[in-house]
């Protein structure tokens, strides 16, 4: 089967996989419901969390088969670290296309989802007439890949106002266990999903001051293309 497959938690993926999705005229399908175990033509949707492929990616693309692979990586303009290459390198060689997304980075409010849809086409193209390309390595900060998990949840609180009406949907929502009744435990990754779930915004995310500063940084703002 042919489809586009996204792993997105505030929605910024979701929006760039619906896009395939319309362009491409394949089903559009969440990595969280159960998936196909093969696929002729697969669009693969992401956020990179801490430079890294988030785990559940990792995970699904351990269990399936790809005859022709696009991996679309969306970050958060800070650093897209590595992790194409690292698909290739590591779970499925068959890639025709790839590209880094610069989107709103799910821990700035006044930050701007991508909008250049146009600059996309070439991978629309290339999906429509598949042929294998090698993915090249670029920059991953060496510390990225020690304890990132840990880093983010030291980096970042979620906190509970009294707005919860304890319907504990945020639990529903989120992927690993990690949340009940608007309190986090060690499971949580920092996502979000919660937070952007709760009817009545009663999760609000607390930055500690280095990540505070990190955020500050000047915003690298480039669609990088491979097709
Ligand atoms: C846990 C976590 C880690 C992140 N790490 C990075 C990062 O290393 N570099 C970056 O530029 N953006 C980073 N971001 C921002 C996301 O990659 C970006 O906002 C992405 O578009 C979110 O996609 P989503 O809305 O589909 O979940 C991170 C976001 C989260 C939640």
Redesign the pocket.
């Known amino acids: 089967m042919n489809a586009v497959v996204?792993?997105?938690?505030?929605?910024?993926?979701?929006?760039?996989a619906e896009h395939f999705a319309n362009q491409l005229g394949y089903p559009l399908a969440d990595m969280e419901t159960k998936c196909a175990e093969h696929y002729q033509n697969l669009v693969l949707?992401?956020?990179?969390?801490?430079?890294?492929i988030?785990d559940v990616v990792k995970n699904f693309l351990k269990n399936i088969s790809v005859d022709n692979l696009t991996a679309i990586?969306?970050?958060?303009?800070?650093?897209?670290?590595n992790v194409l290459h690292e698909i290739q390198k590591n779970y499925q060689k068959n890639i025709v296309a790839g590209a880094y997304?610069?989107?709103?980075?799910?821990?700035?409010d006044n930050?701007d989802a991508?909008c250049a849809f146009d600059t996309l086409k070439p991978i629309v193209e290339k999906v429509k007439e598949p042929s294998y390309i090698s993915l090249p390595k670029l920059y991953k900060n060496p510390l990225?890949d020690i304890f990132?998990?840990l880093r983010?949840r030291l980096g970042?609180t979620i906190q509970k106002s009294a707005n919860c009406s304890g319907c504990n949907l945020c639990a529903e929502h989120c992927s690993f266990g990690a949340i009940k009744s608007g309190i986090t435990n060690r499971q949580c990754?920092?996502?979000?999903?919660c937070v952007?779930s709760c009817p009545r915004q009663a999760l609000k995310i607390k930055l500690g001051l280095p990540l505070k500063l990190y955020l500050r940084k000047k915003k690298?703002n480039k669609v990088i293309i491979y097709a």
């Open positions: 996204f792993y997105s938690n505030t929605g910024q993926s979701k929006a760039i949707v992401f956020p990179v969390h801490c430079q890294n988030p990586a969306t970050y958060g303009k800070m650093c897209c670290g997304i610069p989107t709103k980075h799910s821990y700035i930050d991508f990225a990132p998990k983010n970042i990754i920092r996502c979000l999903k952007e690298i």
